[in-house]
């Protein structure tokens, strides 16, 4: 086994990027040679760079093994691009989606891979119908923090909630949120208690205007209700993360919910819905699940997003349910947050990824012999 050819976005601020950084990190932690072919087919420009990943990007393939950290679209536009790229190389592929029903035009870039890695059951059930090339899930790659949470400044209790209004914002839906946190508190205006959105917009054909005209009007309503809408270093995210107590999502469909999972290893409270890719982690006591039913996506739908696919539309009275709760018994944020990092830690983060890699690249060595 000599090493793998990671292809992707490097630079990316979004999920995709910090999941192939995440990925690279846990490779070369467990010994592999790995380097980074810079593919971008994303409208999102853009750019976070980082040092020790700028150095492992080259211009051509260096090993036999590729590791394609795209969606299934970009994927299949890389096949048709660059398919020197492919030929000739074992090509695993790392893409997500996020709702039960996979669009047409995504099972193209099923045909150019030999095998794919999943971070969750959902996202192999999604998969699993649309092919017969071998999935296999492997750990989750985030890594716990590196260092003691900060302090937090003042006494309040803070919610926060971090989304991507150039990800189909409907599917995450801060307003319920901030519809939950007025229910909950407006008419407590000495309530100690701060609810914190953390929103990224580029230009795009999927932005609605109106969807952030709707956030900020909505957020007004308040004052300890705060958006932070500037980029943000990771240093400056992961900050951001330890100033919350709750990190609370009501999101409809995910196909892993990193914001979930990032709040969770930082030993964070979630609130969040237990549906779709975050449900497996979202164990009792270690999370309170937000209620839902499921239901059509209906006038939402947006690009491959149908009317017909399916998500879940959580219960406002459920997110104010678990906000009174937490504001009442502050303690139990330290409780559901242990917890949490506690679970993840036992069988996930960079070591236990890079192992799982190691070994299944391993085996597909031994297998192309």
């Known amino acids: 086994m000599s090493g793998v050819n990671v292809i992707g976005m490097p630079f990316g601020m979004h999920g995709l990027g910090l999941e192939l950084r995440d990925k690279v990190f846990a490779l070369r932690a467990a010994g592999l040679k790995v380097c980074i072919l810079n593919e971008n087919y994303s409208s999102l420009k853009s750019e976070l760079r980082d040092p020790e990943i700028e150095a492992l990007v080259v211009d051509e393939p260096r090993y036999d093994i590729n590791l394609i950290c795209h969606n299934l679209p970009a994927i299949g536009?890389?096949?048709?691009?660059?398919p020197e790229l492919l030929e000739g190389r074992y090509n695993i592929g790392a893409p997500y989606w996020e709702f039960p029903q996979l669009p047409d035009a995504h099972r193209f870039g099923l045909e150019h891979l030999d095998e794919l890695w999943v971070s969750t059951e959902f996202l192999a059930d999604c998969f699993g119908?649309?092919?017969?090339?071998?999935?296999?899930?492997?750990?989750?790659?985030?890594?716990?923090?590196?260092q003691k949470p900060r302090r937090k400044a003042g006494n309040s209790l803070v919610f926060g909630y971090v989304f991507d209004f150039n990800s189909m914002v409907a599917r995450k839906d801060p307003l319920l949120v901030i519809s939950?946190?007025?229910?909950?508190f407006a008419a407590k205006p000495k309530a100690d208690?701060?609810?914190?959105?953390?929103?990224?917009?580029?230009?795009?054909?999927?932005?609605r205007q109106r969807d952030v005209d709707d956030l900020l009007a909505m957020a007004a309503l308040d004052s300890r209700i705060e958006l932070v809408?500037?980029?943000?270093?990771?240093?400056e995210m992961s900050a951001l993360y330890d100033s919350f107590d709750v990190y609370i999502s009501p999101h409809r469909a995910e196909g892993l919910g990193r914001g979930i999972i990032e709040a969770m290893f930082k030993g964070k409270a979630v609130a969040a819905t237990a549906y779709s890719g975050p449900a497996e982690y979202l164990e009792k006591n270690c999370a309170y699940p937000l209620e839902y039913f499921t239901s059509h996506v209906g006038a939402a739908?947006?690009?491959?997003?149908?009317?017909h696919f399916t998500w879940a539309?959580?219960?406002?009275?459920?997110v104010m349910d678990a906000m009174s709760v937490f504001a009442q018994e502050p303690s139990l944020c330290t409780k559901y947050g242990k917890n949490a990092l506690r679970q993840l830690t036992a069988n996930h983060g960079p070591k236990a990824?890079?192992?799982?890699?190691?070994?299944?690249?391993?085996?597909?060595?031994?297998e192309r012999c």
């Open 77 to 82: 536009l890389l096949a048709r691009k660059k």
């Open 353 to 366: 990824h890079g192992a799982a890699c190691q070994k299944r690249l391993r085996d597909i060595t031994l």
């Open 193 to 207: 208690v701060k609810l914190v959105l953390k929103y990224k917009v580029e230009q795009s054909p999927l932005v």
């Open 129 to 146: 119908p649309h092919t017969d090339k071998p999935i296999h899930k492997m750990p989750l790659h985030m890594a716990p923090a590196r």
């Open 180 to 184: 939950a946190f007025l229910n909950c």
């Open 229 to 235: 809408s500037k980029p943000l270093s990771a240093a």
């Open 313 to 318: 539309d959580v219960l406002i009275e459920s």
């Open 301 to 307: 739908a947006l690009g491959d997003i149908k009317s």
